[in-house]
């Protein structure tokens, strides 16, 4: 049986905090936004904290996007893994630009 390396992990609880003060990338709203990490990655790992991206919290009588993403409501699978992507690149962009990621 052939053993494959498991990707390395980075975790940053500050560039989780930067990620969160953007306004949601799905609705918008601001104020509410959490670090969202990509879902997928199998066998019950989290995606690098680098690859996150921000999405709304739930609220009082409102589900948030964040929520809706990870169980994937009025999107499909595949929908989801391509918003996922155009996400993750989007944050990362801003982040670089910001000086955050290099």
């Not at 003060?21 to 990509?38: N, V």
Request: charged letters at 25%; proline letters at 6%; hydrophobic letters at 30%.
């Amino acid at each position: 049986m052939k053993s494959y390396p498991k990707p390395k992990r980075i975790k940053s609880e500050a560039y989780r905090r930067y990620v969160a003060t953007f306004p949601c990338f799905a609705c918008g709203i601001e104020g509410y936004s959490q670090a969202c990490h990509p879902n997928g990655a199998g066998g019950a790992t989290k995606a690098s904290d680098l690859e996150v991206f921000p999405l709304c919290c739930t609220r009082p009588n409102i589900l948030g996007c964040h929520a809706e993403f990870d169980q994937c409501i009025g999107l499909t699978w595949e929908e989801r893994d391509i918003l996922t992507s155009q996400y993750v690149k989007r944050m990362q962009d801003i982040a670089r630009h910001d000086g955050k990621l290099t």
